[in-house]
T-cell receptor, first 116, second 113 residues
Framework: AQTVTQSQPEMSVQEAETVTLSCTYD???????LFWYKQPPSRQMILVIR??????QNATENRFSVNFQKAAKSFSLKISDSQLGDTAMYFC?????????????FGQGTTLQVKP | EPEVTQTPSHQVTQMGQEVILRCVPI?????FYWYRQILGQKVEFLVS????????KSEIFDDQFSVERPDGSNFTLKIRSTKLEDSAMYFC???????????FGSGTRLTVV
């Protein structure tokens, strides 16, 4: 069974600085998708960034980028130029490429506090 | 930008009662999901729905739960005989294609008293 582990329950960063959130996963699949979701205090789940396992290039979305290390089964999220609005819980999630259903398996989440 | 709409935003119900949580997915999406999140904990998969039938369900999704797409727009989760431990945030999500990730609704907070 696939598992997703986020080892940092809480992190904080000063506004305008860079922070990296860690995520590791365990799978025997070779094809899969990885996602980071943001859950601000409003509780809505917002897709931040996605990565396809067969793509070598790390995904980037504006200030958000990932460091995808397939051999190490690691998928960290880097937030550059942190803003107060980045304060949220961040969830890493895994989806099997062979899945017909698109079921997501989530990590436990990391609470990020951006300080002024 | 298209949204997934969930109603109500908060529902309080007596233990043993039935509740129906409602969702309107994005119109051209084909895959529909329900997840739940007990306060402060991880997000858990409940069920996926495709082509008018359940495509996968978790062990949480027992006979107490059912889903339905009664018309072309709504997608509902029914919880029969609610228990205290059903108190959670319930999220509906939809996807055009699995690999693109989902769009989640803003959730329904269910409180069972």
């Amino acid at each position: 069974a696939q598992t997703v582990t986020q080892s940092q329950p809480e992190m904080s960063v000063q506004e305008a600085e860079t922070v990296t959130l860690s995520c590791t996963y365990d799978t025997s699949e070779s094809n899969y998708y990885l996602f980071w979701y943001k859950q601000p205090p409003s509780r809505q789940m917002i897709l931040v960034i996605r990565q396809e396992a067969y793509k070598q290039q790390n995904a980037t979305e504006n200030r958000f980028s990932v460091n995808f290390q397939k051999a190490a089964k690691s998928f960290s999220l880097k937030i550059s130029d942190s803003q107060l609005g980045d304060t949220a819980m961040y969830f890493c999630a895994f989806m099997k490429g062979s899945s017909n259903t698109g079921k997501l398996i989530f990590g436990q989440g990391t609470t990020l506090q951006v300080k002024p | 930008e298209p949204e997934v709409t969930q109603t109500p935003s908060h529902q309080v119900t007596q233990m043993g009662q039935e509740v129906i949580l409602r969702c309107v997915p994005i119109s051209n999406h084909l895959y529909f999901y329900w997840y739940r999140q007990i306060l402060g904990q991880k997000v858990e998969f409940l069920v996926s729905f495709y082509n008018n039938e359940i495509s996968e369900k978790s062990e949480i999704f027992d006979d107490q739960f059912s889903v339905e797409r009664p018309d072309g727009s709504n997608f509902t989760l029914k919880i029969r005989s609610t228990k205290l431990e059903d108190s959670a945030m319930y999220f509906c999500a939809s996807s055009e294609h699995r690999k693109y990730g989902y769009t989640f609704g803003s959730g329904t907070r269910l409180t069972v008293v």
